[in-house]
């Protein structure tokens, strides 16, 4: 019975010791580090080296009292000229269908929800059934989708893009 006891012993103990051990592993900093995941993803399907690296240093450039009701989004130099970039954290697509003109767009398919992942050939692409919105006007190209996504306010000052 000694041998039970001490096998069982040492697997509660071993037990306990591990969930201890598990309760700080988790990243409850706060800081959205843990989010990094999608930060790559959301300049690399579409376009850009760094259309999520402009955020956070952004703000100052734009203006001194615009910097604390808008966020800067992007350079005009990181939206390519007939394509565009999708910012996931921020679910929005920005556009340039021509040069110098430059839309937005809810990054969020209006047919079953799922977030856009393309833009190519003139369209915003849906990973998830097919559906292709024009970049010009956000007009389904190619369904399912029935409606267009929705377009988002943004304004262009200088060569900054900010949300609002």
């Known amino acids: 019975m000694t041998d039970g ?16 051990t598990c309760v700080g592993c988790g990243n409850h900093s706060g800081n959205g580090s843990s989010s990094s995941s999608g930060s790559p993803t ?20 734009s203006g001194p009292s615009s910097a604390s009701t808008e966020k800067v989004l992007a350079r005009t130099s990181e939206i390519p000229e007939g394509s565009g970039t999708i910012f996931k954290d921020q679910k929005i697509v ?8 430059f839309k937005a767009f809810s990054a969020i398919c209006t047919h079953m929800g799922c977030t856009v992942n393309r833009v190519a050939d003139g369209t915003i692409d849906c990973p998830c ?22 377009a988002e306010s943004i304004t262009v000052s200088g060569n900054s893009i900010t949300v609002g």
């Open 5 to 20: 006891s001490t096998r069982r012993s040492m697997l509660t103990t071993g037990t306990a010791a591990l969930a201890a």
């Open 42 to 61: 959301t300049g690399s399907p579409t376009t850009g080296p760094s259309a999520s690296g402009s955020s956070p240093s952004g703000p100052s450039p």
């Open 94 to 101: 920005v556009t340039q269908p021509t040069a110098g003109e």
């Open 129 to 150: 059934h097919g559906s292709k919105f024009h970049i010009a006007d956000g007009a389904v190209a190619h369904g399912p989708a029935a409606r267009p996504l929705p």
